[in-house]
């Protein structure tokens, strides 16, 4: 009996201490929003965009086609909103805020360089040619 007991015992120690321990869990993401700029108070506006998108009220605000939508992204998520924060309300031609600038605004992150690596190609056939006659004329040379 004492055995058991003693098996027992150990056993669950093990058990203890194997589940005794340190656990982490660390994640991070790094998502930047959208460049808002002033607009109005207690309103931004998404700078220099496609469209006047609005930020108020920890929501973003669209007006289109006479009604205005709201969500919480800026790129989704749109849902019909009746009566918008009277801030928002305030602004009376939302359209005029399409690709809105405001004077001295510079953008907050770069612009992705497109690259047309249809270029590289047409430079690296270029100095294949080159090399292919530089070796061409080394071949004469070592002929002669």
Known sequence: MNRITLLSALTATALVSGCAGTVGYRASVSSQGPDLVYAAPGVQVIADYDEPIFYSDSFYWRYDGGMWYRSRSYS???????????????????REYVHYRPQGWVARRDRPVVRDHR????????????????????EDDDRK
């Open 76 to 94: 989704n998520g749109w849902i019909v909103y009746a009566t918008p924060p009277r801030a928002v309300l305030r602004i009376e031609r939302p």
């Open 119 to 138: 270029d590289e190609r047409r430079d690296d056939k270029k100095r294949d040619k080159k090399r292919d006659k530089k070796h061409d004329a080394h």
